[in-house]
DNA sequence: CTGAAAGCGCTTACAG
DNA sequence: CTGAAAGCGCTTACAG
């Protein structure tokens, strides 16, 4: 015998040797009827005296035996830059309940740096069984993680030939948003950028351009700061476009998170939001309603991203259909950080 | 013969056979190597040939087999009401970033009706190979999930005589913030409490009277108000504060997340926080940093709580001592919320 | 409808 | 230092 030998039935947690044992019928029952997979295949006693004998032993199967024996874990990976952001938080919530429904479970991993892909992504899969990956990072993964990953992982928001895309309609909600400026009045609008030069926020930018140049109102380059995901760089960046001496009477930002950071220094410069400055954000996370006044944005509906998500990564894992490359609408959210230029 | 055949090598993943094949060892020596237990028991060459092969494969070790043989699975769970609210965001980073230090990950689990519990936590079980477990729900899990869970879970801010706690010094924290406000000249405070009557709640309440009946203030029934953690009850809570005859100089709220309704219900009354009203939360979360101005509320340090709820948990595990009941100190972090009572 | 058995890919004690 | 082998607890084809 190999190993330190036990007693069986006084360790841990019991095994379906052990139901099988006390319903009195082979361990292979006890497998099918609590896979679900006793249909014309159990008799109706033993699935009962199985189940009874299970509940009194608390037994749950074992989720590594299952797992390996089946080569399925029923586990997704959700990958985001960081959770900390409220918008992600509920991206994680749309997916978990998404992902419930078909009978799979999320794991949340955070991607805080790029050099983390490796780290990360190799842990995950020498600690999880994941079957598949979301990827919302607005990064590639590199080239031997895309190997690692191939057949199994999505990329949302983001486009590369390696791996199927959720796109959103990033383009028509940023041209909702300036309409919705311009609509109001505004010609001296500012934006307020993500430092990251992702595909999704350089996107934002050419259709601010774009925008301004439809309704003929002149470019300025004073007018273009970009900031990283704190508090203290978007309060910097708000800052010195509220000090220029021809300020902007609006400010589009390309997430909620910086817009907080226009609130703070309009505070410190005793100006009111939207009576001195219109501002708006991206996303409709929990950041924008905390605000005071609450933030006209752009909203990225986090339970259909999820149904989405979860579908298409699915059928990519069924191998149902060749990869598609969807495109989720997105919807403008007036509230009240717009309002019509003041005459001044 | 059971199952249908596959001609090795050619298949999905590799594996460990695969790996000793190329590098002309046996699996044994593989795993070894692999698993970090080489020292002494396998030859330099061998070695470096089974790393080069490995990697030459892309080979990842199965991680259910690891988990099946072992019986480890370096898996935490923990559970909070709602990753929504920012704070339990930054809770979960906090125990990410101290679990992985000792080599473990942690999946979240949101546990949002009590009526959950069984389903989610069974799901757990059978899903995940989930080692401990960290409760950090505000409820007391139901008797039989406590035998599910003996000798493997603890509790955060809670507590039961069938598990360890990991205490948060809450009354001392609420006891600071009174004192911060009544030293201040505020006579008129209001308590905004949350409506779960878990003891954490009960407990600042507790402590909002006796600080009040300590400094001889009188307590007044038309200044409790509770709220569900949602933006729209807490605004209506405030409210009713608010629009009282005399209505109090300061309000002190269980939560940032319950705070962010008072910051909406005082601009809809056009008063000004803190000349008009003083504010206070209980967290330090995200929220209170992105209000305007910044929220002076209790912090509960994240980073701090999460080395220490793993590290309790670690030594639960590993039975290296009986539990333990520790409390973590919390402290007040004044910010532009609160000022001196206006004379008026 | 039921039972006996193979085997998923590892880890680990044991014999050499 | 190396190799052969047992076995973790399941799922699933197969023989009755």
Known sequence: MGEESTDSGSRGAPTSIDVARRAGVSQ??????????????VGKKSQEAILRAAKELGYAPNSAARTLRSGRSQVIALVVPDVNNPFFAAVFEGAECAARKEGYSVILITLKDIQDWQQLINKAFTTYAVEGWVLYTMRVPTAPLQELLRDKAILVDGFTNEMPSLLLNIAHGMSDMMQHLIQLGHTRIAHLAAAPDDETFLLRHRVYREQLQQHKIPYRDDYQVRSAFTLESSYQ???????????????????????????QAAHTLHLTIPADVSVTGFDDSLVSRILVPPLTTVAIPTQTLGEQTIALLLSVLEKKQAPYFDSLPLSLVVRGSTTTIADK
Do not use: E, F, H, N
Request: hydrophobic share 55%; aromatic share 4%.
């Open 237 to 263: 960046a708000a800052y010195q476009l509220l000090t220029l001496k021809d300020a902007p009477t609006a400010i589009v930002c390309d997430s909620d998170m910086l817009a907080a950071g226009v609130y």
């Open 28 to 41: 292979a029952a006890v497998s099918l009827v609590l896979g679900g997979k006793a249909a014309g295949r």
